[in-house]
């Protein structure tokens, strides 16, 4: 699939140009963003580098908007490719979050030139970094807060003082969120989702897949889907089963062909969520950390880049991204 350029970069403040990867993600594909303020443009998510992403970077420089600052939602394998690449192409700022310099670097190959936390202005423009954990422990939404446009001609959303959010793979508009061992922590995900869902935003614009138009019932949908993916799993436990094996057979109704690791990952992290909370008992936790439980579930380092399913709801060859 080739590049595509989502929205133009004279569309208004916000560009989406959609960037091939390799990785197994939602439509197959990762957003890159172009922000623009009056102190440049922020390049947020460059996955790879690509004659589409090539040409937005351009425009913005032609239009006298230079990419002067870069930053990543969360340092997934398929969110960092080119962080460098137009880094260096550009010779703009490289941004990463205080917690997780060394983390950055080794996804990334390169150290940052300046640090942000929870709440901070990114590189003296208008656009606030936002912790939002659970999908990864480094993972951050960016707020364009009002007065900042949207930055899609033609929308119901085009309202010059509207808050949008750019949510990385906190959220998408169709499918749900993996949230998988080794990276994965469902009560500090849907702590987020919550906190995205306060901000009464206009538009989320997700790391894989189109804008999000309806961003409160987009994180309801999604909270609704993890406590019921937790009731089967707890119901699982309850009904007597002693091994993570025994729980995916029973908290999936789909075939998982393809996905099995993910689906591993994901009802580990339902488990440690249920422990932490006192619905289950340490020790179940203990007794399912061998071959099927938790830490042996072969995830690497980005949880089999922990979406692993398209944005229609449907993985290469696994099940509806809703059964994550």
């Known amino acids: 699939m080739g590049p595509e350029v989502a929205d133009g970069p004279d569309a208004g403040r916000v560009s989406r140009v959609r960037v091939p990867v390799e990785a197994r993600v939602p439509g197959g594909s990762t957003n890159a963003y172009l922000v623009r303020s009056a102190a440049?443009?922020?390049l947020v998510d460059p996955a790879a580098r690509t004659p589409g992403l090539d040409d937005a970077v351009a425009a913005v420089e032609a239009a006298g908007n230079p990419v002067d600052a870069v930053a990543v939602t969360h340092t997934h394998t398929d969110h960092v490719g080119a962080v460098a690449t137009y880094a260096?192409?550009?010779?703009?700022t490289v941004h990463a979050h205080a917690d997780h310099v060394d983390r950055f670097r080794a996804a990334t190959g390169c150290d940052p030139d300046a640090t942000f936390r929870d709440g901070d202005a990114i590189g003296g423009r208008d656009v606030i970094a936002l912790d939002t954990p659970g999908h990864a422990p480094d993972h951050v939404a960016f707020v364009v807060p009002e007065g900042g446009g949207t930055g899609d001609v033609g929308s119901a959303s085009d309202d010059p003082g509207a808050r949008t959010v750019l949510v990385g793979d906190l959220a998408f508009a169709t499918g749900s969120v993996a949230v998988a061992v080794p990276d994965g922590d469902l009560s500090a995900y849907l702590e987020s989702l919550e906190r995205v869902r306060g901000?009464?935003?206009a538009r989320l614009y997700?790391?894989?897949?189109?804008p999000i138009e309806d961003p409160g019932a987009t994180c309801d949908r999604l909270v609704r889907h993890r406590l019921d993916r937790e009731r089967r799993v707890l119901a699982a436990i309850e009904g007597g089963a002693g091994d993570v094996a025994t729980v995916v057979d029973a908290a999936y109704d789909k075939d998982l062909t393809g996905v099995e690791a993910l689906a591993r990952g994901t009802v580990v992290a339902h488990v440690r969520k249920l422990v932490a909370d006192g619905r289950v008992a340490a020790d179940w936790g203990e007794a399912g950390s061998g071959a099927d439980g938790p830490g042996a579930d072969g995830l690497d380092a980005d949880g089999l880049d922990?979406?692993?399913?398209?944005?229609?709801?449907q993985g290469s060859d696994g099940p509806n991204a809703g059964d994550s």
Do not use: F, Q, S
């Open 88 to 92: 260096e192409r550009t010779g703009a």
């Open 40 to 42: 440049g443009t922020l």
């Open 206 to 210: 997700p790391g894989h897949g189109p």
């Open 306 to 313: 922990a979406d692993g399913l398209d944005a229609d709801g």
């Open 199 to 201: 901000l009464d935003a």
